[in-house]
């Protein structure tokens, strides 16, 4: 009897710490890239849509809970998520307005002006964005929350965006032709959380659309590290040398 007791208790404490890694193991990559960012003051090796990307995943997974609901430490992961990205993006456009050479004009959401989508300079336009993207996507959902697959399509939609997440940053390395600015300790964390994850999902019987998406997302992950070592002769070549007097 004790020892069942003794098992139980362990199976619970588990639990509690796999669900609060889940909760909180999303942000905690962020961290290096944020202080990086902060401490250099330059926003050039982070890509914005990672935010984006972020953004509209845990936005629609908020919204998926609603249709199917899942396991609460999901939820406020993506609660905590778009908490977290939303400083992020503050920072970043900080950054890029206090250290703007030239005087350019305003770009506001508000002028629906494609070519500037998600490159405004004013935090408050990333804001009322997401505010408008949530207001429609919710009257969507409440008035087809009966119709099941387009309930799981809004799961597949959310898991998918998410999954693409590193998209953007590898991208934008492929595009630079190296990972100066990125900080390899997120991209390291990044597939460390998303393996561990992808097992809690599988574990937890989630969502097929879960673990499917936490498998991709790994692959992504995998590419982006590839490319750390692909262009770390780039960084060395790019980096000043100290002169020798």
Known sequence: MLET?????LENLAGWLASTAMIFGGVVPFIPQYREIKRKEDTEGFSLYVCLALLIANTLRILFWFGRHFEIPLLLQSILMIIAMFFMIRLCVNIRNKHQITKQKARVFKDCNAKFFWKWTDFQSYVGFMLLFTIVGAVVMYLLIDVQIFVEIIGLLALLTEAMLGL???IRNFTNKSTEG???AMVAMWTLGDTFKTCYFVQRHAPLQFGVCGGLQILIDLAILFQVWFYRNNILIMRPTARVD
């Open 182 to 184: 990125m900080s390899i």
């Open 168 to 170: 953007p940053q590898f």
């Open 5 to 9: 007791c003794e098992k139980i208790t």
